[in-house]
């Protein structure tokens, strides 16, 4: 069995990262031959589609298995039928493969955050909830600005809609 886990570096000892679609490594584990190889995750810092890039990239590796913190509904989507995936995990990717084996990790179905939760201000995009660095930027009821307690619009049809 071929098994991906997100990972904050590539090392087995590292911590499984929490986030699926933006961490910074994909640890891929061979169960039957105990070996293993790092992959930088290149959609870490896109600015869309992260889950989607990292999900297809788990399916074109041939892994069978995910395990991870979090997973959004795009990525979910993704991997839903091809792919079990196992989140809620915290510890080193050496503790997620033992206890994998150990069959003690509880097999999710649904997404686990909602869509964009992987962007921070850490990540260099501000929350949903907060002005953007050095202000608006424009006018307020433009599609794709910024709106006071509703964060980036996406314009009419969206959800962004006029002010």
């Known amino acids: ?50 889950g989607i890039r990292t999900a297809q990239l788990v399916v074109n590796n041939g892994a069978d298995v995910v395990v991870t913190g ?6 979910m989507q993704v991997l839903s039928g091809q792919v079990k995936v196992y989140t809620g995990f915290s510890g080193t990717v050496e503790e997620a493969i033992k206890n994998l084996k150990a069959g003690t990790l509880a097999e999710t179905s649904a997404p686990t955050v909602g869509e964009h939760a ?14 953007p660095p050095g202000g608006f930027g424009g006018p307020m009821d433009t599609p794709g600005g910024w709106r006071p307690g ?9 959800g962004g809609g006029r002010w």
């Open 118 to 131: 992987g962007l921070s201000k850490d990540a260099g995009f501000p929350d949903a909830g907060s002005p």
């Open 150 to 158: 509703r964060g980036w619009g996406r314009g009419r049809g969206s």
């Open 1 to 50: 069995m071929k098994v991906a886990i997100s990972s904050a570096e590539p090392q087995l000892e590292s911590q499984v990262d929490p986030r699926f679609g933006r961490c910074a490594y994909l640890i891929f584990y061979d169960t039957e031959k105990d070996e293993w190889e790092a992959l930088p995750n290149t959609s870490r810092d896109a600015a869309g589609g992260a």
């Open 70 to 75: 979090n997973i959004g509904p795009n990525a």
